[in-house]
């Protein structure tokens, strides 16, 4: 009692000063009481009666080995990923400017042609390397997403026209001039309002 008061007025906390008495009694006793009639108590056994008292104490020994925690890599998307899309999309862009000016220049080879007098359709289909899609310019145009705005037809669009119950197509040079047959009887280069009674431009599904 005497002891726990004298460790309280020098700031210790009274259980383990009773532990720590308790400790070295317990291994006073193991040493010397038994030294003739038993084997000699290893220190490490003393350590774990010492150890036993502490956890009865109600306190956890600190951990032998501490853990560092690695923070997560993050991977970072690089330059060439992040262009994938408009790589992609440029890749697509070029092979329609190449299909286009094949169509042109197809149909274009053939100014000065009456072979389509009354085939605009076919002359249309002819110069993308297709033919038979559509009976008439009218069906045509009846089965694609439709444009109004005629005078401004991108190159390489279809423009059509409400000349007859067949209409009439042509194709757009997407400088206010397409090239057609039927261009003063003939396959030729003639101003969009060429023809009369425009309807409007569509892109070609070829």
């Known amino acids: 009692m005497t002891a726990a008061l004298g460790a309280s007025s020098l700031g210790v906390n009274p259980l383990t000063a009773v532990l720590g008495l308790a400790a070295g009694a317990v291994g006073a006793a ?4 038994v030294a003739s ?3 000699s108590i290893s220190a490490p056994s003393i350590t774990t009666v010492a150890a036993d008292l502490h956890l009865t104490a109600g306190s956890t020994p ?13 991977a970072e ?12 999309k440029a890749a697509g862009m070029a092979q329609e400017v190449r299909k286009v000016d094949a169509a042109i220049a197809n149909f274009e080879s053939k100014i000065g042609s009456t072979n389509y007098e009354n085939w605009c359709e076919r002359a249309v289909e002819n110069a993308f390397g297709v033919q038979g899609h559509y009976a008439s310019a009218i069906q045509d145009w009846e089965s694609q997403q439709q444009h109004s705005d ?6 390489g669009a279809m423009v ?4 007859s119950s067949d209409g009439h197509v ?7 001039r397409v090239v057609s047959s039927s261009a003063h009887h003939q396959v030729g280069i003639v101003p969009v309002d060429y023809f009369q009674h425009p309807l409007g431009w569509a892109y070609a599904p070829y």
């Open 30 to 33: 193991a040493l010397g009481g």
């Open 37 to 39: 009639h038993a084997p």
């Open 62 to 74: 600190a951990a032998s080995t501490a853990h560092t925690a690695v923070a997560p890599v993050t």
């Open 77 to 88: 998307p690089t330059s060439a990923a992040a262009t994938v899309p408009e790589l992609t």
């Open 150 to 155: 005629w005078r401004h037809a991108p190159r």
């Open 160 to 163: 059509f026209y409400d000349t």
């Open 170 to 176: 042509a194709l757009s040079l997407g400088d206010g």
